[in-house]
């Protein structure tokens, strides 16, 4: 299933377009789904896409876990999945093969092969959609490809040229990272977001970086070069189509290497001479970059604002930079515009009392969705009690948006806020310390219906903020290490714990 909206909204074009062909389709977050019940159905379309390592999104987890274990036949239910995913990570959509071989083997019937979607999923998933259609039978005639849904009129393929408001570096001078307010005008576009959603930005690459391959390639830049979007000089159409990053299979192959970490690693290091046509077509799409919105539209109406870390690093005696973090923080508002996108994300929205208790734990870039929860919880005047904990390397240059905290604190918002510099001292202190060290109260929050939302990294924090919270139900409630892994559970399918996470 989802864990950022995607899935969610292909399940529900994928139901329109099953109800358009004479079905009566029911679109189920597996969240709500258990084995049991599926063994009840007889046609069954998965769509679900891949996080961390090669594991389902939060919704999928219950299920994915219980069918890998489930031991009866699912011998009457007819299926096919659509895996969403991204090849930039190894285990290219994971989630989606697990599931296809699972029911496989519990003796469900594959009636359409798996298709396995890139970022960019829209003709794959057109395609996968028809022919599982087509495959399950239909009491209707009609067989066409899916109709787009009811677009507004600026989205991903589309995206508005906002223009760029303001860029202000968030950290103090002498701090080890670079985290940027970036605003934007959505004046007059029709964009409309919630707090919650993500907004896709597409960058631009670093025209250094373009120049440094034109010169590797022998160009100058002026050679016409046939793209997706017509005839362009080999310059424009690197500056503004093409990923420069981690270089895909077929540039590798032809290159006689075996890897290499970015595409200007491939030019610089092979013996092999490509042509300016060649190249091009080994390459991908540049892709936007998806960032949290951390406005609320109710506080900044007619405007969106994102808290993005810039990525640099060096590697093999060259600076690298992220494409997106550094056109923000470098060139966007020297551009003027940029184009963005709403991602909705349905699975992160503020409880719909506004009297419901919120804690918020969002360290670094994390804390961008819980900034816009709060504005938006002081701009609709609710009265519920909301906590966040915050923490990042060092309190005199990391404290991002310190004095809006402090306001919101003075007026009575921000009900309670938890810090955790991890470089202040020796020992590293992290938000999860904090939590445990507040276990009691944070646990007392929760019985009295408290919502627990957690935003930022993946890989490490978002781990151990999970251990964390059973550790606070264990203690404060008392509970075995089982009961209080059937109470986060019942919190996620309350969806009183949501995650964004990345
Ligand atoms: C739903 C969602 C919400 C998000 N919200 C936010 C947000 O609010 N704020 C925010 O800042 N980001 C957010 N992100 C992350 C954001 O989308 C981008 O991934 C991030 O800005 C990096 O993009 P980039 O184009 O700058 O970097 P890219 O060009 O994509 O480069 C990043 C890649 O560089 C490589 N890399 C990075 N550091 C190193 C290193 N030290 N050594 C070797 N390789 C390295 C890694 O392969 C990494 O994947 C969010 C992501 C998602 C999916
Ligand atoms: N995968 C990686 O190695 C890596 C590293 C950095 C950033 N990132 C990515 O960069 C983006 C922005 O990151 P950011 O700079 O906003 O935030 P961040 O790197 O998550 O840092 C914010 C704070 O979290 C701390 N932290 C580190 N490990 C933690 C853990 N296991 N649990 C709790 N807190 C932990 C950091 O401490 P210390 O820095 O002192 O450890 C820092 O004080 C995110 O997408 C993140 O995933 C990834
Ligand atoms: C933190 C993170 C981890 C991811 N891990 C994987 C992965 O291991 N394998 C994969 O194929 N795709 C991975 N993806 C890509 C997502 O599956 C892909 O973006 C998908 O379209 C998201 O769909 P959703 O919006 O329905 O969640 C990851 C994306 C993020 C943000």
Request: proline share 5%.
């Amino acid at each position: 299933m989802s864990q950022t909206g995607t899935a969610e909204t292909l399940a529900k074009q994928a139901a329109k377009e099953a109800g358009k062909r004479g079905f009566a389709p029911t679109v189920l977050d597996m969240a709500a789904v258990t084995a049991v019940q599926l063994a009840q159905h007889s046609n069954l379309l998965v769509i679900t896409s891949t996080y961390g390592d090669g594991e389902p999104p939060d919704n999928a987890k219950a299920l994915h876990s219980e069918l890998s274990t489930f031991s009866s036949q699912l011998s009457t239910l007819r299926y096919s999945i659509c895996a969403l995913g991204d090849t930039n990570y190894t285990l290219f959509c994971q989630c989606g093969k697990d599931f296809d071989l699972r029911l496989e083997k519990l003796g469900a019937t594959r009636i359409a092969p798996r298709a396995d979607c890139e970022l960019d999923y829209e003709t794959a998933f057109a395609a996968w959609l028809d022919t599982a259609l087509t495959a399950l039978g239909s009491a209707a005639t009609h067989s066409s490809l899916p109709e787009p849904e009811e677009k507004p009129a600026y989205s991903k393929q589309n995206p508005y040229p906002a223009p760029v408001l303001a860029v202000r570096n968030l950290n103090a001078p002498g701090s080890a990272k670079e985290v940027n307010h970036v605003e934007f005008s959505l004046e007059g576009s029709g964009l409309v977001y919630e707090v919650g959603d993500a907004l896709g930005v597409v960058p631009r690459n670093c025209p250094e970086l373009v120049s440094a391959i034109i010169t590797a390639l022998g160009c100058d830049g002026e050679e016409a070069v046939s793209t997706p979007v017509g005839e362009l000089p080999l310059r424009t159409a690197l500056l503004q189509h093409y990923d420069l990053g981690k270089p895909p299979r077929d540039l590798i192959t032809l290159s006689h290497l075996t890897e290499a970490h970015h595409v200007i690693d491939v030019l610089l290091n092979s013996d092999v001479k490509f042509s300016p046509a060649t190249f091009i077509t080994t390459l991908k799409k540049l892709q936007p970059r998806l960032y949290s919105i951390s406005s609320s539209p109710k506080a900044h109406a007619g405007q969106v604002h994102l808290t993005v870390g810039a990525v640099r690093y060096d590697l093999h005696g060259r600076p690298r930079k992220g494409v997106c973090s550094t056109f923000l923080a470098e060139r966007a508002l020297a551009h003027g515009t940029a184009g963005v996108f709403i991602h909705s994300n349905k699975a992160f929205r503020p409880p719909t009392s506004g009297d419901t208790p919120m804690i918020m734990v969002g360290p670094g870039t994390g804390i961008a969705p819980f900034r816009a929860f709060l504005h938006e919880r002081a701009a609709t005047g609710a009265k519920g009690k909301n906590w966040l904990f915050f923490g990042d390397q060092k309190a005199n240059t990391d404290f991002l948006y310190r004095e809006e905290l402090a306001a919101l604190q003075s007026s009575g918002i921000l009900t309670r806020l938890d810090l955790a510099f991890s470089r202040d001292q020796k020992e590293k202190i992290y938000v999860q310390h904090r939590m445990l060290e507040t276990a009691a109260e944070l646990y007392a929050w929760l019985e009295a219906g408290g919502y627990f939302y957690v935003c930022g990294d993946a890989s490490r924090m978002a781990k151990d903020v999970d251990a964390a919270l059973h550790k606070v139900v264990e203690t404060a409630g008392k509970k075995s290490p089982e009961e209080a892994a059937a109470y986060v559970q019942s919190l996620k399918t309350a969806k009183r714990y949501q995650r964004d996470v990345y």
